[in-house]
């Protein structure tokens, strides 16, 4: 079977299990090849949903039986700290997010906060400076990249 046409069948199934397919790789590491998956969805995902993935995906190849020689499948998600897409930030409205920005604000290019709302042009974030809560508009035009963040 032909890597693109097992990638299409992979990214099927991932579609119907209600994830997406972020990347897929098929190579040689470590003295044996290598089946490697990452995903991502909206919500969180946990370590229980890749072991159940897992055993999905596990199921539909041995069915598929794509490869005549032993592979290892290696799966995982994003993270925690996923990178996200401008364009899809009003998933992750009261998130807690780290913005990398293109031009400072208030000297800054770099703020984390609570991701308080999205609208076509700009987002809001709440952040704490000292003792207070400062909410800072952003313009999307001016974000460089933009992550989840884990709150401490």
Known sequence: MELNQLKG?????????????VEFNYGHKD???LLSIVVDKVSEIDMDMIVNLTHALNE??????PFD????????????????KVEQLSN???????????NPIKGEN????????????KIII?????????????????????RLAIKF
Request: aromatic residues 10%; without cysteine.
């Open 69 to 84: 020689k032993p592979y290892t499948l290696d799966l995982s998600s994003l993270g925690a700290e996923k990178p996200l």
């Open 60 to 65: 539909y190849l041995d069915e598929l039986n």
């Open 92 to 102: 992750y409205v009261n998130k807690y997010v780290n913005v990398h920005l293109i």
């Open 31 to 33: 003295g044996q090849d």
């Open 9 to 21: 069948l992979i990214e099927s199934k991932v579609n119907a299990l209600g994830y997406d397919l």
């Open 110 to 121: 770099i703020y984390e906060g609570d991701l308080v709302s999205v609208s076509d042009d």
């Open 126 to 146: 709440s952040y704490r400076q000292k003792t207070r809560s400062i909410n800072l508009e952003i313009l999307k035009a001016n974000i460089y990249k933009i």
